[in-house]
């Protein structure tokens, strides 16, 4: 016994001995202390990041090893440690550089390829709200309501609507909506002003304790800019009678203190026989703050409103033999309006270098008003079917977590624990579902009451590092009450239930070399349905659970090459879907999906970027017989990529596309959603402090179906009904000049 306890004294000596932490700041040329910077031990393989200050701290460094400084748009420094190097404080400054995917180093990190694909960010920034979701890999989404309905979402083979399996949050503000007019989880992410965007973190999976509802087929979080480097004032014109305006402009600037507001104005007729009379206006205005303490506080404020007609989506039959053109209408009085008004406190205490305490307190009131007509004269032969969904919302909610990190030197490794609670309460009022004529009268109220949603939750995770491999198990705790009041009922009707959930994650990473990592990850994830269904079905089988599994591998085989693959696996329990549209409950079975994710990112030269993703999905029924399984519109095989191009003689810009695969309408397959190759197209000159650019939507003028149902309809003159596509026609050749300027 004290044999064995010398040993370890002594094991522990030698390490304490060998091992030391190097520490210091992180600053750019301008000496301006830089967040988020990575350090990178590429003898060992530990890392860290820089804090709100510039500060770094190491452990477990030795002489002779390689530490790596990087960061996207700065140069990467190496430095190798001398003995002088470990018993003072490092001044560490990086030089600025044009984004390049060298800049960017793999480490064990659990989203690695949101480090990667932020290279696609930073080389062709986004420049409509529509294409912010396209930069995820495998995700495709469509508009089918003149613009100003949020965009449906396809991901690993689920049509996720506007938001059913996708949890999306912006600087922490969630997005989703829950129990929604039109559909739950609804994302509207028009209220984010494209060119304010910083960076995307992603995950595919329900693997990340820190992301609750919605999280099933995956997560976004998007981050927007806390300063500004210049002031931007732009415009934009183009085909459609569209005019954009867009101005970003710093209010305050100091060194502890920052501020500045952004605008953006757009309007446009579309490409529609019928005027879409689209109107939408952005304001956000952001105050940051940071000291030596520790402190960083950000308080954003943004305005958003948007009210447009749509043609709505036409039955195939209509184009076939004459009777209205593919941009024409069946009814073109649909379409809405909507607005939301958001306060956001993020506040982020740094509170020693291996602690961190960040909260976040948000606001939101939320308008919606919408008129749709799906089905023309089926249920209504004489006035049509048209609806209106309407909504009056209030949000409000925030979160703590609580972050550490122990550095055990003694087996080289590292021990750092995240855990959290928090809270979302959702107040909607008057949510309606009405038939109405001409978006002016009311025929009948088919559902009105007030929901109360109330999700309460708490999380912890770990990771932990051992040499080359990192263990991250975690566990996340919700509890979701859902009261529903009926307003059409004479007496008094209000009904309550609630549920409590745990889902536990598990995933490992093993760093087989400084160029090859390895993944597995597993856990469950669920998304609430609707308050109406919960009520209805007295809280049975409310919160449908998503049971996941990947592993994968992330490839860097050249420092300008990254590779990535992973074999995945979803399974979801049975639920009930509250169909909005027609106010009423549908259960659907369990379903089964699996699939490939391959992905490729190349930087061919200092100026010239390359990337492309491929994905493949099989989606079925659990329970329905072969032949009669498949998944209306789950996409099988999708791909995005696209070659960028920045710095060659003042010219910069790029070409992508987006491919989907036909794929099946309705559950037998027996009609097909037609699929769809488009191009486009950017190009900018730089001139001083000028840009002019040319933007192009399907560059080859395809005829495309952006969005497609199988729907049965009945047209005025018909006697029977028909079940066919309904499609909305996809953009075609769409130009618009751009002139912006920076002072």
Do not use: C
Not at 47 to 53: D, E, F, I, K, R
Not at 95 to 101: C, I, N, R, T
Not at 430 to 439: A, C, G, K, W
Not at 465 to 484: A, C, M, S, T
């Amino acid at each position: 016994m004290i044999k064995n306890t010398l040993g370890l004294l002594i094991l522990l000596l030698s390490g304490a001995l060998h091992a030391h932490t190097i520490s210091g700041t992180i600053t750019n040329q301008e000496n301006t202390p830089l967040n988020g910077v990575g350090v990178y031990n590429r003898n060992t393989g530990n890392y860290t990041y820089s804090n709100n200050a510039g500060a770094f701290s190491l452990t477990n460094v030795s002489i002779n090893d390689h530490i790596y400084f990087y960061s996207l748009g700065f140069k990467n420094k190496e430095l190798l440690i001398t003995e002088s190097q470990l018993d003072n404080p490092l001044n560490i400054v990086l030089e600025e550089a044009a984004v390049s995917l060298d800049q960017v180093v793999l480490v064990s990190n659990i989203n690695a390829m949101s480090s990667f694909v932020n290279v696609d960010v930073k080389a062709d920034p986004v420049k409509s709200s529509q294409e912010i979701l396209r930069k995820v890999p495998g995700l495709i989404i469509g508009q089918h309501a003149g613009g100003g309905k949020a965009e449906q979402i396809f991901l690993r083979g689920f049509d996720i609507d506007h938001g059913t399996d996708i949890a999306i949050n912006v600087d922490g503000l969630p997005v989703n909506m829950v129990s929604h007019a039109h559909g739950q989880g609804y994302a509207d992410m028009h209220f984010i002003i494209p060119e304010t965007i910083d960076n995307i973190d992603f995950g595919k999976g329900p693997y990340y304790a820190d992301k609750g509802n919605f999280n099933t087929a995956g997560y976004v979080d998007l981050t927007t800019k806390k300063t500004l480097d210049k002031n931007v004032v732009s415009m934009e014109v183009g085909k459609y009678n569209t005019l954009r305006g867009l101005g970003m402009l710093k209010l305050l600037e100091s060194d502890d203190d920052n501020a500045y507001l952004a605008s953006e104005y757009l309007i446009s007729d579309g490409v529609f026989e019928s005027p879409q009379n689209f109107n939408r206006i952005n304001i956000m205005g952001r105050y940051h703050h940071k000291d030596d303490a520790g402190n960083e506080v950000n308080l954003t404020a943004s305005h958003f409103q948007s009210k447009w007609d749509a043609s709505g989506q036409i039955p195939q039959r209509a184009v076939d033999n004459g009777s209205i053109g593919r941009f024409g209408a069946i009814d073109d009085t649909e379409g809405g309006n909507t607005s939301r008004t958001n306060l956001l406190v993020n506040h982020d205490k740094q509170l020693d270098q291996h602690s961190r305490l960040k909260s976040k307190l948000f606001m939101s009131k939320y308008d919606f008003e919408l008129y749709s007509n799906f089905t023309f004269f089926l249920e209504d032969p004489i006035n049509g079917d048209q609806i209106k969904q309407k909504e009056n919302r209030t949000l409000i909610g925030g979160e703590t977590s609580y972050d550490r990190t122990i550095h055990l030197d003694q087996n080289n490794a590292q021990f750092r624990f995240n855990t959290g609670i928090g809270f979302r309460y959702d107040d909607v009022n008057d949510v309606e579902l009405s038939h109405t004529i001409n978006r002016k009268t009311t025929l009948e109220q088919l559902a009105l009451g007030n929901i109360d949603e109330l999700n309460a939750y708490g999380f912890f995770n770990i990771n932990y590092k051992l040499k080359k491999w990192n263990f991250n198990p975690g566990v996340r705790l919700d509890y979701l009450k859902f009261d529903y009041e009926n307003l059409l009922t004479t007496a008094y009707d209000q009904k309550s239930e609630n549920k409590l959930v745990v889902s536990p994650k598990l995933n490992a990473i093993y760093q087989a070399s400084q160029d090859v990592q390895l993944y597995a990850k597993t856990g469950i994830g669920f998304h609430s349905n609707d308050t109406r269904v919960v009520t209805a079905n007295n809280g049975e089988r409310i919160l449908p659970l998503a049971f996941g599994a990947d592993i994968g591998t992330i490839y860097k085989p050249k420092n300008r090459l990254v590779l990535n693959m992973a074999l995945w696996h979803l399974f979801l329990e049975q639920e009930f879907v509250y169909v909005g549209d027609a106010g009423i409950v549908e259960p659907s079975g369990k379903t089964k999906r699996y699939g490939v994710d391959l992905g490729a990112r190349y930087q061919l030269t200092d100026w010239l970027y390359a990337y492309g993703d491929v994905n493949y999905t099989y989606a079925r029924s659990a329970e329905d017989p072969s032949g009669e399984d498949y998944i209306p519109l789950a996409p099988d095989l999708t791909s995005s990529g696209g070659l960028t191009f920045k710095g060659l003689h003042n010219f910069s810009g790029g070409v992508n596309y987006r491919f989907i695969k036909d794929r099946p309408a309705n559950e037998d397959n027996s009609i097909i959603a037609e699929g769809y190759f488009v191009t486009d197209l950017n190009l900018n000159y730089s001139w001083k402090n000028w840009s002019f650019g040319l933007i192009v939507d399907n560059l080859f003028d395809t005829d495309w179906n952006e969005t497609q149902f199988a729907t049965t309809s009945r047209l005025f003159n018909e006697a029977e009904a028909v079940e066919e596509i309904h499609f909305t026609p996809g953009t075609p050749f769409f130009a618009r000049g751009k002139v912006s300027v920076s002072f």
